[in-house]
């Protein structure tokens, strides 16, 4: 094995590894990864942000329906309706938490976070094999592991779990992936294809990213094969199956997720959305020097780059900017890595060639040619923070960690000849000496402007103390391998302790778990009110009436906690949300800040017509009404069912009913309504708005309203409301359309009496199906696992692939 360092022609050993180091390394890596794991309980925090406000009431939501014998494929809780099975954050379709849900529909907070944290160990343990395969030195998987878990972006975004659990996988499908070409192995193949599932189900860009890699990793071993074409002959059938596999696994998912995309508020990004979602240069300054912007101080008075320090503006802040990897780590990457030239080796390139084009994509705008990848990737622009790259970024970090740890074991210090380096030698220690000097002079120039400058420098002045010590101990026992061997296990136990230190349970992902008290126990006056709130849904619910409610401005836990209760919401916090239903309610993301909440023309008020076929007729919110911003509108006949402190709840009685028969018909263009904010004037007790592409489906011959007409007297009742069914017993004195105002979405079916029926899209957002006179009972059933579901948005999204071509061949005609 031979280096590429310019003029080298030496041979870097490979070594062969005992069956003590082996379970050596094994029992390092699960020691740093339990201590870690044991910080947060220990210092009795969790998990912050996005991990209580969503990822916690999903997992919830998904172990109680479990429990109940159903597959949460609609949430009724949320949003008016929300399709889990088409969401990649729903965790319906990550087998080892829907598992974790099936066995623990009740887990506590803390055994949620060990669960999640947990995920790292595949990938961590990964290492492993993937180190000793190459022959490289045991010491060096652990440094790597324990970078891989606790560095950069690893640590400072555990919030985001859904990232976090495709994350995790990317080691050991790299290892599977090598192991299955190198060994032309179909059993590892199909090892790999499942294992790359995993990684890439929940369809985020962290997946997109790894799984683009895995795709350069296989081309890079066939273009590196002695006999290109004779190498890929051999193991064409093996990337077939591989790839058939993956398909087959990850088909339905994707579909179903490519299909909510189309009607969601996320379809796609343009490009000066994704770049404000660009990772600051100034960044790279906290992989030396972790604190020098004050990331990690818990009085949040963080002053690097985010939205308020950058003039050109950022979707960034300083969990997403932060990259540190231990002062050990940086170290060996500037001193051996980059001064003594050995990243730069034949064996590690690939590596060197994937950290340089993730940092060029994690720079975003920054970067020349970014826009041209942008528009022209497929992909990309899916996606709107091109920063997540950072967790890639972690990734080659972790493994240049880790094989600088292990040139270092294996042959001591570099060396800073010509004969090594050739003319490169002066170069390359500039080179490192400025991106020092850079870091530093980026901390002091963000401090500056923050009034921080002792805090800058004393971070950055306690990092190179910290260095020039281990210097002076690596390079006192470097020509020894005896004391090498002793030495870089310090190394190990000084990084782990460091990182564990610094990052676990930090400023960056952890708070008291008393601020999730909506999960655990409430206070006394919460806890009154939402009893009261029960009570009164739960009676109504005997009555067959099903009411709706708005729970907006309570602590950051509340805003999902209708997923735990059981409560029907209208808002809720999840940044994928049907488009027409944002822009004829205006729920906005948020639920937390009543300032966000938005009324368009269509929703003029919680007293309005829409409100009253949404069913709304309860408003919990954290302050009297008096006290709302001056956008919202009066409430006149609301009634205050509880208030006190942070818990008021009103009733608005309105006279909306959940269910009605129509009679009568007009038709609508649904899209063009909701586009100009109106709510078209009809009867709301014998007529229906049907969608146009809805007519063609209507059987029967409808009147139209005559002025003075005796109105039918129909009986509708809700007879059964489960999360993916909804039952009714309909008594009609003609035939009619039965509305049930629930969201209409792709995947619904109606059966009358057991007969399949259409469902209709009635009353711009609603559901409808055609009712013969009598008596009946109707079921509408939320299949979207159903091959005519499938079938159809398959269909969909060809078209709209064909569309764009169809355009293009067209344009040079007109």
């Not at 999730?516 to 009570?535: D, H, M, N």
């Not at 469902?759 to 159903?786: K, Q, Y």
């Amino acid at each position: 094995m031979q280096t590429s360092v310019p003029g080298s022609h030496t041979s870097i050993p490979t070594l062969e590894w005992s069956r003590r180091q082996t379970f050596l390394a094994l029992g390092l890596i699960l020691a740093v990864w339990a201590l870690a794991a044991a910080i947060w309980p220990l210092t009795g925090s969790v998990v912050p942000w996005d991990s209580k406000n969503q990822f916690y009431p999903t997992l919830r939501y998904l172990g109680a329906a479990l429990s109940n014998g159903e597959l949460p494929l609609w949430n009724p809780y949320h949003f008016g309706g929300h399709p889990s099975a088409a969401d990649p954050q729903s965790l319906l379709f990550t087998p080892t938490m829907l598992l974790f849900g099936w066995l623990v529909p009740e887990p506590s907070m803390q055994l949620f976070d060990l669960v999640i944290f947990a995920h790292f160990l595949p990938g961590a343990l990964a290492f492993i094999p993937l180190f000793r395969r190459r022959g490289w030195h045991w010491s060096g998987a652990v440094v790597a592991a324990i970078v891989f878990m606790l560095g950069g972006s690893a640590s400072a975004r555990l919030q985001h779990t859904g990232i976090i659990l495709s994350y995790g996988y990317f080691p050991l499908a790299l290892w599977l992936l090598e192991e299955a070409m190198d060994r032309r192995s179909y059993r590892y193949g199909v090892l790999f294809a499942v294992s790359a599932i995993l990684m890439v189900i929940g369809r985020d860009q962290v997946a997109f990213l790894c799984a683009l890699t895995l795709i350069g990793v296989a081309v890079h071993r066939i273009w590196s094969a002695p006999r290109r074409l004779a190498y890929l002959r051999s193991r064409f059938g093996l990337l077939i199956v591989m790839g058939l596999i993956g398909a087959a696994l990850l088909a339905v998912p994707v579909i179903l997720t490519m299909q909510f995309l189309a009607t969601s508020t996320r379809p796609s990004f343009g490009f000066g959305v994704a770049a404000m979602g660009s990772l600051p240069p100034e960044s790279l300054a906290t992989v030396l020097f972790g604190n020098i912007f004050g990331s990690l101080r818990w009085t949040y008075d963080y002053w690097g780059p985010d939205w308020h320090s950058l003039a050109e503006g950022t979707w960034t802040d300083r969990a997403t900017n932060y990259l540190f990897i231990g002062t050990i780590p940086a170290l060996f990457l500037l001193w051996h890595g980059i001064a003594g030239g050995r990243l730069f080796a034949r064996e590690f390139r690939f590596f060197l060639i994937l950290g340089l084009l993730a940092l060029f994509y994690a720079l975003g705008r920054y970067t020349p040619g970014f826009e041209m990848i942008f528009d022209h990737l497929p992909g990309v622009n899916l996606y709107r923070r091109p920063a997540d790259a950072t967790f890639l970024i972690n990734i080659v970090l972790a493994f240049s960690s880790g094989y600088l740890v292990h040139r270092y074991a294996a042959e001591g210090m570099p060396s800073w000849s010509n004969a090594v380096l050739g003319q490169g030698r002066i170069a390359l220690t500039a080179l490192a000496f400025a991106l020092v000097m850079a870091a530093i002079a980026s901390g002091i120039a963000f401090s500056i402007e923050g009034g921080h400058v002792l805090s800058s420098l004393t971070e950055a002045g306690g990092g190179l103390l910290a260095a020039a010590l281990v210097m002076a101990l690596v390079a006192r026992f470097g020509a020894s391998p005896h004391r090498r061997e002793a030495l870089v296990l310090a190394l190990i136990v000084l990084t782990g302790a460091e990182l564990v230190g610094r990052h676990a349970a930090s400023a960056l992902n952890a708070e008291p778990a008393e601020r999730y008290t909506v999960f655990a126990k409430l206070p006394p006056e919460q806890l009154q009110g939402l009893q009261i709130l029960k009570r009164e849904l739960a009676e109504r619910h005997n009555e067959g009436e099903y009411p709706r409610v708005e729970i907006l401005g309570l602590a950051g836990s509340w805003q999902n906690a209708s997923m735990v209760l059981e409560i029907e919401d209208i808002i809720g916090y999840n940044p994928l949300r049907l488009a027409d239903y944002e822009r004829a309610i205006g729920p906005g993301e948020n639920a937390e800040d009543p300032n966000l909440r938005q009324f368009p023309a269509s929703f003029r008020g919680y007293e309005c017509e829409l409100a009253g076929l949404l069913g709304l007729d309860y408003l919990v919110l954290d302050r009297p009404v008096q006290k709302l911003p001056r956008h919202f509108p009066h409430l006149a006949d609301a009634e205050v069912v509880y208030g006190t402190g942070k818990m008021w709840i009103y009733r608005l009685n309105t006279s909306g009913r959940r269910a009605y028969v129509a009679h009568h018909v007009q038709a609508v263009d649904s899209e063009e309504f909701i586009g100009a904010d109106e709510l078209p004037d009809f009867d709301r007790e014998t007529e229906v708005l049907i969608d146009q592409a809805s007519m063609r489906l209507l059987k029967a011959h409808y009147a139209p309203v005559r002025p003075g007409a005796e109105k039918p007297v129909d009986k509708v009742k809700i007879v059964s409301y489960r999360r993916n069914s909804v039952t009714l017993d309909v008594e009609s004195a003609e035939h009619g359309v039965l509305v049930l105002h629930d969201i209409y979405y792709p995947g619904w079916e109606a059966r009358v009496d057991g007969e399949r029926r259409p469902v209709l899209r009635a009353n711009l957002l609603f559901r409808g199906v055609e009712v013969p006179a009598g008596t009946h009972r109707v079921e509408f059933s939320f299949r979207p696992l159903s091959i005519e579901n499938l079938v159809a948005a398959a269909s969909d999204l060809v078209e709209t692939e064909e569309a764009p071509i169809q355009t293009a061949i067209a344009a040079p005609v007109r």
